[in-house]
């Protein structure tokens, strides 16, 4: 089964930018960025259909975030701007059955994720 590999975390200050990758991530499938909170439920961010033309965001991230990709390197990318402390948490990418109708539905194994701690 492919699996999924994340980067591109990290420490941040409130305002500042990062860019998860996700590879590889493919051009057949639909695919989502999850993160969870210390404490809380894994939830959706932001997900992309197959040929990227599709794309939905949570509410909280709106505006902010971006999620983009590029076939021809298989990576998937999230652009995190404006960043605030309670976008902290531990980042995912997986496969999804569709860009709609949220919650996402995932499927496959997740991946060890990478860490995103936006404190001052």
């Known amino acids: 089964q492919l699996q999924l590999v994340e980067s591109g975390g990290g420490l941040v200050q409130p305002g500042g930018s990062l860019r998860l990758s996700c590879a590889p991530s493919?051009?057949?499938?639909?695919i989502a960025w999850f993160r969870q909170a210390p404490g809380k439920e894994r939830e959706g961010v932001s997900c992309?259909?197959?040929?990227?033309?599709?794309?939905d965001y949570v509410d909280s991230v709106k505006g902010r975030f971006t999620i983009s990709r590029d076939s021809v390197k298989s990576t998937t990318y999230l652009e995190m701007n404006d960043l605030k402390p309670e976008d902290t948490g531990t980042y995912y990418c997986?496969?999804?059955?569709?860009?709609?109708?949220?919650?996402?539905?995932?499927?496959?194994?997740w991946g060890q994720g990478t860490q995103v701690t936006v404190s001052s």
């Open positions: 997986s496969f999804i059955h569709a860009c709609y109708g949220f919650p996402w539905k995932q499927f496959g194994s």
């Open positions: 992309a259909s197959a040929n990227g033309r599709t794309t």
């Open positions: 493919g051009s057949t499938l639909a």
